[in-house]
């Protein structure tokens, strides 16, 4: 859907370079650009390295294009300014005002590109009074409340196992852009976009902020339980962990019976989750330890076709086993295309002297004097 949008894509680490990867699988050319030499942070990230590149860089750079080019050389930026001028789309997650001291600012590039949609990503937004700091997850995930509602029940803050505060920035703003590519279709005018890591991880809080704008009731950590639903939670087996979501009354009956505990399900303090709710403990207590007597396998086993929502808490090595996941599959499908066969993450300066001579028709001796004074750099294997 998106074949012909260009996009300038002026962000490194996860959030920005997520939000670009998906552009890119949906059709766009992505121009990637990196500084000169080290490039992107990520691509010393690791162990685990796939050749020179890390595992991490590798995960959200499918698709794209990298030109190496330094920014803070006018000509660099003389480079990006013309790049801009013949992309529908730029993303840069520079600190607040970085940009703006080369030239590089919305201003300027509204100016020479009044259609451009230009997508800014920080750690706290444009304006405000934590503006300038740096974004990183972490942070913003202290910052918003998501570790403190995250991790065992009367145990210290957990930060989630991936940066899921990065990654939703990435969702949102790449839905933003979306929508102002729809809107410039439509008015013919360019927009600039302000995303950033609290704001969009505070909107992800959905209930839990409305539970204390509304109410007044503060949040705490639960573990794998769910503050509002018993029993709604992983239980250990007797080889693993197992995720059972009961999410009304019969659902309840159907546990119970799948326990061979029909008895609780008759007891008036278990009738309704409000009331399971309230006796937490004591049955939480009770399904553990039933819970303990069988394998995982046979408790999905038991559990199949009752219509109660149960799974495995599954390792990573069992998730790419299972039949239901393929390493290829992708998280959204359309009924009118394929998905094309993704392009490899690029090293540094893998196309720099493409793009100079194919986007903006530079002749050699142009693009000879700038690889001589370092503005921009080709990568010598490519």
Known sequence: PLEGVKVLDLTRVLAGPFATMILGDLGAEII????????????SWGPPFVGDESAYFLSVNRNKKSVAVNLKDPRGAKIILELAGMCDVLVENYLPG???????????????????????????????????????DSIASAVSGMMHITGPEDGDPVRPGVAMTDLATGLYAHGAIMAALLQCHRTGRGVHIDCNLLSTQVACLTHIAANYLNAGKEARRWGTAHESIVPYQGFRTKDGYLVVAAGNDKQFIKVCKMLGLNHLSDEPKYKSNTLRVQHRQELLHILSQRFLEELTGEWLRRFEGTGVPCGPINNIQQVFSEPQVSPHRPAVRFSTFESREPMPPP????????????SLSYNDDVINQLLASGTVAQNEVH
């Open 347 to 358: 090293v540094i300066g893998q196309h720099t002297v493409q793009v100079l001579r194919d």
């Open 32 to 43: 990637k650009v990196e500084r000169p030499g080290a490039g992107d942070d990520t691509r």
């Open 98 to 136: 970085k940009l703006d001291q080369m030239g590089l600012g919305y201003d300027d590039v509204h100016k020479a590109a009044p259609r451009l949609v230009y997508c800014s990503i920080s750690g706290y937004g444009q304006t405000g009074p934590l503006s300038q700091r740096p974004g990183y």
